[in-house]
Structure formats: structure tokens, C-alpha cells
């Protein structure tokens, strides 16, 4: 079946440091791969994503880039603001059939200090 | 847009009460799902369905029952509450597409005692 590892956190940083969160995946198939970002107290929503091999996804400074090779796909972020702390999870997507399930990883906290 | 409404947002339950979560969109979605968050472990779905009268078990069914008899509406069933069912209920929809974005409510809190 599909999963998705990802590093486990939490992770802390001063502000404008570079961040790096670590996905990695495991699929039967070819599919999309997503960062989401859980603010304190709020749902899942989507950071940025990427459909296929090599595509570079990009949102507020963020960027993963879908490497089939390796199976990854790295979240970096070149300098951090304390408004980043949050819950970031890697997630792909399984095109299979005529479904389409997400697929978790079990999160990364990461904390921003001033 | 509304987009996803979940409610309530904080329940608190003895064990053996049953409840439902509601959960609704207003995107005319085809796939929504419920996951439940706990430390540790990420969000693991619960059950998610592709279609007003379909749906199917996702990762770890028990003790929750689903139906979807519109579009809109996926409310998930408490049958008869455990401590284990403690933990934060996530209900989500997508457009049923593999690269769309899946958009979640803000989330239930249940506290089972």
C-alpha cells in the first residue's frame, strides 16, 4: 500500500533560519504529492503540491520538488517567520481506479522563536 | 463560500452515549472523508465516500458509522462512545481529481469520559 514518512519533529528554530522537513513516500502508482500547514486550532489546508516528476510546488516561500528518483519530496523554506509555527504534513495521492484517498504522513510541528 | 463546515466543534461524551459529527460543503464535491487526528500518529481516514449513496471503510472503521444521502451533507456516527474515540474528527471534501486540492473543515473535538 501507499504511506508517507516524514521527519519527526517538533522542530524548533530562531527566526530566518532555513528549514528543511524531510518527506519521503511509498506508492504503487504515479501520484500527486502535497504539503499541508495546520495552524493552532484550525484544519489542514493545502501549502503547495506537485503532479509530476522534477515539477517544483511553491507557496509564501516554501518549495518541494517532486523527485521520483528518490521517492521525495522535501519541504524547504530559506528563512523562517515566527507566523510558520505550525503542523506540516506530506501527503500524496493515490490516482488508482476511480478513487482518490490521501494519504498522511503523521506530521512535523515546527516552532518559530523571535 | 462556506466551503467546509463541521459541528460542533468541542464535545464532551460519557461512554456508551452515541452523537453524530456533521459535516457539510458547499463545493458540489464527490469525495469527502473523516479522519481523526491523535498525537503521534497524523490523521488516519476514517471512512470517505465518492458519491451521494456510496461509501466505503477507510483505515480504522470501527465504532463509526457514515451515510451520504446528498451531495452536500457526510455526517459520521458515534455508535456507542469509548474512551479511545477522544481525539480531534476532520471532515474533508475534494472534487474526486488526484491533483485538486482537498479542503478541510475546521475540525471536531471529542472528548470521550
Known amino acids: 500500500g501507499n504511506s508517507v514518512t516524514q521527519m519527526e519533529g517538533p522542530v524548533t528554530l530562531s527566526e530566518e533560519a532555513f528549514l528543511t522537513i524531510n518527506c519521503t513516500y511509498t506508492?504503487?502508482?504515479?501520484?500527486?504529492l502535497f504539503w499541508y500547514v495546520q495552524y493552532p486550532g484550525e484544519g489542514l489546508q493545502l501549502l503547495l503540491k506537485?503532479?509530476?516528476?522534477?515539477d517544483k510546488g511553491s507557496n509564501k516561500g516554501f518549495e518541494a520538488t517532486y523527485r521520483k528518483e528518490t521517492t521525495s519530496f522535501h519541504l524547504e523554506k530559506g528563512s523562517v517567520q515566527v507566523s510558520d509555527s505550525a503542523v506540516y504534513f506530506c501527503?500524496?495521492?493515490?490516482?488508482?481506479?476511480?478513487?482518490?484517498?490521501?494519504?498522511f504522513g503523521k506530521g512535523t510541528l515546527l516552532t518559530v522563536n523571535p | 463560500n462556506a466551503g467546509v463546515t463541521q459541528t460542533p466543534k468541542f464535545q464532551v461524551l460519557k461512554t456508551g452515549q452515541s452523537m453524530t459529527l456533521q459535516c457539510a460543503q458547499d463545493m458540489n464535491h464527490e469525495y469527502m472523508s473523516w479522519y481523526r487526528q491523535d498525537p503521534g500518529m497524523g490523521l488516519r481516514l476514517i471512512h470517505y465516500?465518492?458519491?451521494?449513496?456510496?461509501?466505503d471503510q477507510g483505515e480504522v472503521p470501527n465504532g463509526y458509522n457514515v451515510s451520504r444521502s446528498t451531495t452536500e451533507d457526510f455526517p459520521l456516527r458515534l455508535l456507542s462512545a469509548a474512551p479511545s474515540q477522544t481525539s480531534v474528527y476532520f471532515c474533508?471534501?475534494?472534487?474526486?481529481?488526484?491533483?485538486?486540492?482537498?479542503?478541510f473543515g475546521q475540525g471536531t473535538r471529542l472528548t470521550v469520559v
Open positions: 465516500s465518492v458519491g451521494a449513496g456510496i461509501t
Open positions: 506508492a504503487t502508482g504515479y501520484p500527486s
Open positions: 474533508a471534501s475534494h472534487s474526486g481529481r488526484g491533483n485538486t486540492e482537498a479542503f
Open positions: 506537485a503532479t509530476k516528476a522534477d
Open positions: 501527503a500524496l495521492s493515490d490516482r488508482g481506479g476511480s478513487n482518490y484517498k490521501l494519504t
